[in-house]
T-cell receptor, first 111, second 115 residues
Framework: DQQVKQNSPSLSVQEGRISILNCDYT??????FLWYKKYPAEGPTFLIS?????DKNEDGRFTVFLNKSAKHLSLHIVPSQPGDSAVYFC??????????FGTGTSLTVIP | DSGVTQTPKHLITATGQRVTLRCSPR?????VYWYQQSLDQGLQFLIQ???????AKGNILERFSAQQFPDLHSELNLSSLELGDSALYFC??????????????FGEGSWLTVV
């Protein structure tokens, strides 16, 4: 049973525009959410996170929004750059420190 | 560089064989996680160890086993290999579950090809 879902396998965006990656989860006990970025043949690298007590966290061009009532998480990248082209994984942590990952969204930023 | 080291980076072996993947966590990290990523699949959680003890099990086959040693490095053993076991196996580490804002850091993965 997939507790973290990324329903869009891929997304294409023009350079300079906003990229919005979405993630839904089912477990209301998740207390911490993360986004990872993965280039081919490399391990996922941590990008940004948000605690369940917050609804927004910003780090440079990256902002993560959390809507707990909707059990929805999104990552905004503004402005998008070609180097942002990668697979993005959403993850959630439960109180037992287990991390659950979505299946990823492949972002392509078109120059 | 995440600080998590995995060996070997690439491995080709035949069906029915057994392989061992090795992981050294980041310095100071007590938890080790193993994940499997098959073609077009997300990261499937296999197993977690904390300070030498198994903490959680995910979708790990009975043919697979893991352990974490006193020096905190971990090994994932895959036996009676099948073609479907071909995948990228990631190790990740974190400090502990008691630290709020905990994040896990991934190694570069071990590519396993079963032929």
């Amino acid at each position: 049973d997939q507790q973290v879902k990324q329903n869009s396998p891929s997304l294409s965006v023009q350079e300079g525009r906003i990229s919005i990656l979405n993630c839904d989860y089912t477990n209301s006990m998740f207390d911490y959410f993360l986004w990872y970025k993965k280039y081919p043949a490399e391990g996922p690298t941590f990008l940004i996170s948000i605690s369940s007590i917050k609804d927004k966290n910003e780090d440079g061009r990256f902002t993560v929004f959390l809507n707990k009532s909707a059990k929805h998480l999104s990552l905004h990248i503004v402005p998008s750059q070609p180097g942002d082209s990668a697979v993005y994984f959403c993850a959630a942590r439960d109180t037992g420190n287990q991390f659950y990952f979505g299946t990823g969204t492949s972002l392509t930023v078109i120059p | 560089d995440s600080g998590v080291t995995q060996t070997p980076k690439h491995l080709i072996t035949a069906t029915g064989q057994r392989v061992t993947l090795r992981c050294s966590p980041r310095s100071g990290d007590l938890s080790v996680y193993w994940y499997q990523q098959s073609l077009d699949q997300g990261l499937q959680f296999l197993i977690q160890y904390y300070n030498g003890e198994e903490r959680a099990k995910g979708n790990i086959l009975e043919r697979f086993s893991a352990q974490q040693f006193p020096d905190l490095h971990s090994e994932l053993n895959l036996s009676s290999l099948e073609l479907g076991d071909s995948a990228l196996y990631f190790c990740a580490s974190s400090f502990s579950y008691s630290y709020s804002g905990n994040t896990i850091y991934f190694g570069e993965g071990s590519w396993l090809t079963v032929v």
